[in-house]
């Protein structure tokens, strides 16, 4: 049996396609139309929906039977019947929306177990635009370099969402890391690491597919607006970063009269209200050519002006604002530094700006990348070696955020280290008192690592008037520790007072390089 290669219909027998042909031009003159007046792909259509789709059994009559996918029109070719369980391959469409393909080259499309089309077709191959057979070279680059990207991409936003939720745990854990700037962190690592959470997810549907394919299109659509949401917050958290930076440094009074619910409501109210409009605008601006596809109607996926006003503005703005805040930063930091009589808090700013330095940059030419890069044809190794740098950026700002704002951070490792240290001296009391008892006169000393300021020592037991009264805030060590502490003791019976809590709280007055 002779067979023969239909663009965009897939391989039947000679007879097969003439049987198509001759039921098109029927068709054509009971409506009244001419040939030479259909678009080619418009008559595609045509040949799918009302000659192929109906009579299918007859036209591929060498694969009818049971336990198969059915023909199905995709709006660029028509998916020829074929077994459940295998892939469709077929000869790319000859034209689609005014583009011409090539016929040399297939497309493809899987059919599940279950007798239900994968939801969308490989047109990877279609791609050369041309009539002309296409060399293996450029693709299989082309594709290396795709390939190394999703990985790069999979990795880093993989890293990223256990480094945020790293961060969060540390931050959540802890009442010393509860004050408003701590707070904004925490805002921003959520955005973050959301994120990456729901672009690990979407990637993963397509595999998923299988499982939940009735509405697979509509869960699709979503996530990919969901994605596009949490890629705003980002940028409004960035702005809320560096603008309480901001007026931590110029205004710091006015940190009083503001309450983590504004900013709460700026950083999470703003991006709910700014993509409202953008899916507001995308729909009523949005044509679908049919309603045969979800996916493809999806109004979300095209690119489409109301992007750049509605999404990209806003985010170019925050830029520009955290551009701002950093040069003014600066020079009162610059010109604090010139002053003779500059105090240490002073430097502590000039340490915070060099953070900031360090950290706008990473967050803001992540997505300056992303705008502009080379042209494949011109410069194709300058546009592989693109890919893989934006990948690696994008994909890794979550776990660089939490490097500076948590794990590298001396304020957070004392707050770890005071905890942990608080934990082995509960263990070690606890087990103590479990092998021996001690004298109601004497007590036993124990003494907390510097940061937690503790010390109990072994002592005779006196009465209240000899240590007076403290309010709480120390705890008055009588001589007697001095065996306990070693050779600087002085020997003196007169107490010694120690602080019972040193520092360990959250000062919003003073910010550094370590509490960004």
Not at 41 to 68: M, R, S, T
Not at 100 to 116: D, K, Q
């Amino acid at each position: 049996m002779a067979m023969v290669a239909v663009p965009g219909f897939g391989f039947m027998p000679e007879e097969s396609h003439n049987s198509i042909e001759t039921s098109y031009q029927n068709y054509l003159a009971a409506h009244n139309l001419s040939a030479a007046d259909i678009p080619a792909d418009y008559g595609d259509e045509i040949k799918c929906n009302h000659i192929v789709i109906p009579h299918w059994e007859q036209i591929y009559h060498h694969v009818a039977g049971e336990g198969l996918c059915p023909p199905k029109w995709d709006n660029a070719s028509c998916i020829p019947p074929t077994l459940a369980g295998e892939t469709a391959v077929f000869p790319c469409m000859a034209v689609f929306n005014g583009e011409t393909y090539s016929p040399h080259l297939n497309a493809t499309r899987h059919c599940y177990l279950n007798g239900t089309w994968a939801p969308t077709t490989d047109y990877r191959d279609c791609l050369c635009n041309s009539t002309e057979d296409c060399t293996q070279a450029g693709k299989t680059e082309e594709n290396g370099a795709l390939e190394i990207s999703i990985i790069i991409y999979l990795v880093g936003y993989v890293l990223s969402f256990l480094a945020l939720c790293g961060a969060l745990t540390i931050f959540l854990s802890f009442r010393e890391m509860r004050c408003l700037r701590h707070k904004i962190h925490i805002g921003l690592f959520c955005a973050f690491g959301l994120s990456a959470l729901n672009w690990i997810f979407t990637k993963s549907l397509p595999e998923l597919a299988q499982y939940f394919f009735s509405v697979f299109d509509q869960v699709y659509c979503t996530s990919w607006v969901i994605t596009f949401f949490f890629h705003l917050t980002c940028f409004y958290w960035m702005f809320l970063e560096g603008l309480y930076l901001f007026l931590q440094v110029q205004f710091p009074l006015s940190l009083v009269s503001i309450k983590y619910k504004h900013f709460m409501m700026f950083g999470c109210g703003g991006p709910v209200i700014n993509m409202a409009i953008w899916i507001g605008l995308r729909i009523i601006t949005y044509h679908p050519s049919s309603a045969d596809d979800v996916i493809k109607n999806c109004p979300f996926f095209e690119a489409n002006g109301v992007d750049f006003y509605v999404c990209e503005v806003p985010i170019l703005f925050f830029l520009i604002c955290n551009s701002f805040f950093l040069i003014w930063i600066m020079v009162i930091v610059v010109s604090k530094l010139r002053e003779k009589t500059a105090m240490d808090h002073d430097k502590k700013h000039w340490k915070a700006a060099k953070a900031l330095v360090i950290v706008m940059p990473i967050l803001g030419f992540g997505y300056l990348i992303t705008m502009v890069g080379p042209d494949q044809t011109t410069t194709p190794w300058g546009y592989t070696a693109f890919q893989i740098v934006r990948s690696v950026v994008l994909s890794t700002q979550g776990l660089v955020i939490s490097l500076p704002y948590c794990y590298l951070s001396s304020e957070v490792q004392n707050v770890v280290k005071s905890h942990y240290n608080r934990w082995q001296l509960i263990r070690t009391v606890g087990r103590g008192h479990s092998h021996s008892r001690t004298s109601i006169t004497a007590s036993t000393l124990y003494s907390l690592n510097h940061q937690a300021g503790l010390c109990v020592s072994n002592h005779t037991a006196q009465g209240p008037a000899q240590y007076g009264n403290n309010n709480g805030k120390y705890l008055n060590v009588p001589s007697g520790a001095n065996s306990y502490r070693g050779s600087n003791s002085s020997g003196s019976s007169a107490g010694i007072e120690t602080p019972l809590i040193e520092n360990n709280g959250c000062k919003e007055s003073s910010f550094t390089s370590e509490s960004l």
